[in-house]
């Protein structure tokens, strides 16, 4: 069993920053891969980023390549996404997820779900 608790959620305006947390609890966090999606007001989920279970693999969506960075410590049962030159596009609530198998990328990869972050990126 993984909960997850996301922060790290704000107004920013755009071409701005924010990190992203994801506090883990469990001791199954580091056999896990992680990954990021967001939802935008009237819009389905879609997947952002992803990170291996030892975070040497990462993989993101095309549309945050080269902006987001994700990243891991299994130290401290954390996850990150860096998120930098944010675009009013980027509006969203974000939220992490863990899965069991090997780079996951879509919803139905994922078994843990955390309750989101808002996202609000300003023009």
């Known amino acids: 069993q993984v909960q997850l608790v996301e922060s790290g959620g704000g107004l920013v305006q755009a071409g701005g920053s924010l990190r992203l947390s994801c506090a883990a609890s469990g001791r199954t966090f580091s056999r896990h891969a992680m990954g990021w999606f967001r939802q935008a007001p009237g819009k389905e989920r879609e997947f952002v980023a992803t990170?291996?279970?030892?975070?040497?693999?990462?993989y993101y969506a095309d549309s945050v390549k080269g902006r987001f960075t994700i990243s891991r410590d299994n130290a401290k049962n954390t996850m990150y996404l860096q998120m930098n030159s944010l675009k009013p596009e980027d509006t969203a609530d974000y939220y992490c997820a863990a899965s069991s198998l090997w780079n996951p990328r879509v919803t139905g990869d994922y078994e843990y779900w955390g309750q989101g972050t808002q996202v609000t990126v300003s023009s």
């Open positions: 990170i291996s279970w030892g975070g040497g693999s990462t």
